[in-house]
């Protein structure tokens, strides 16, 4: 008898953290089904960046979903009138938008069961990262015993499995282990606020986070700045 092919759902932001988990779930082997949100977010060129990696990468499908969450705003990347801090701050940053991985994760769940795959990757990180409430290993644990009582699979037996391989892995060890499968940094767009052309502002906290884990892994940085 065939195997079934495994796979797998992978949120695609654009970003360095998302493209390597994409890359590490096809190197395990997954079908790769991508995902991606307009969300009203300010920099809409990642999702250029989001189109060109899934390409890069090869995946099956790619699609992007249109979420209207600037109609809640809460948040530096969808509410305009909020500005985009320059300099680190302690606590959750203004640019943390309200339940975002919550609302991802759903709707990726929602195609994992129509798709019958296996699991769904997300880029999430809790070492070198911004401090965003729904990034840590606590949320996702609970997320995927949630997703377990309230699916198909779940219920029958079979469940499905949120991966997080980047979880406890330091922006250089990131960068190390996309640069080994072959990921083109350079079409990665990370800056919240970045120009149409993707270019990076350079003084965001993810921008910040981003040029030390390249300094760190001793890779040169391919970001194309204003």
């Not at 890359?23 to 960046?49: H, I, P, W």
């Not at 009582?149 to 990131?174: C, F, N, Q, Y």
């Not at 884990?213 to 194309?224: H, M, N, Q, S």
């Amino acid at each position: 008898m065939k195997q079934r092919e495994k796979r797998a759902v992978v949120l695609l932001s654009g970003g360095l953290d998302s493209a390597t988990a994409l890359a590490m779930a096809k190197a395990e082997g997954y079908a790769c089904f991508v995902l991606s949100f307009d969300y009203g977010q300010r920099s809409l060129t990642e999702l250029n960046a989001a189109r060109a990696i899934a390409a890069q990468v090869g995946a099956v499908e790619h699609r992007v979903l249109r979420l209207s969450l600037e109609d809640f705003g809460g948040s530096a990347l969808t509410d305009n009138s909020i500005d985009v801090p320059e300099d680190a701050c302690e606590g959750v940053p203004v640019t943390y938008v309200p339940a975002r991985n919550t609302v991802f994760l759903s709707l990726a769940l929602g195609w994992a069961e129509v798709l019958d795959a296996d699991a769904i990757f997300i880029g999430v990180n809790a070492v070198d990262y911004s401090g965003y409430p729904d990034c840590r290993s606590e949320f996702i644990e609970a997320f995927e015993k949630m997703a377990n009582l309230a699916t198909r699979r779940g219920v029958e037996g079979d469940p499905i499995s949120i991966k997080t391989p980047l979880m406890h892995l330091t922006k250089a060890d990131i960068i190390e282990k996309g640069t080994a499968l072959g990921i083109d940094y350079a079409l990665t767009v990370s800056c919240y606020q970045a120009d149409d052309q993707g270019r990076a502002c350079g003084r965001c906290d993810s921008c910040r986070l981003r040029a030390k884990g390249f300094e760190d892994a001793g890779v040169e940085d391919p970001t194309r700045y204003m």
